[in-house]
């Protein structure tokens, strides 16, 4: 019968190597998720913008009517 194979304990100077590459390697991909979550975010924004342009050129509204429009409302709900 074989005898078992005995795990090679590795020194604190290994342990901590791979402990160093594994924190590097998930600080690049929260550095990626961020970033991404930035784009995403951003191209969120744009669409929301086109979407309140569309509404202001089909009803005639410019900036200052939509402040204005909103100013009103905050003014009567206080």
Do not use: C, F, W
Request: proline letters at 1%; a negative charge; glycine letters at 2%.
């Amino acid at each position: 019968m074989a005898r078992p194979r005995t795990r090679v304990r590795k020194s604190y100077e290994e342990l901590l190597a791979e402990n160093e590459e594994k924190l590097r390697k998930h600080t690049e991909a929260v550095s990626m998720l961020q970033k991404e979550r930035e784009e995403l975010l951003k191209a969120k924004r744009d669409e929301e913008m086109q979407e309140l342009y569309a509404y202001m050129q089909e009803n005639q509204l410019s900036a200052e009517d939509i402040i204005a429009s909103l100013e009103g409302r905050e003014l009567a709900a206080s």
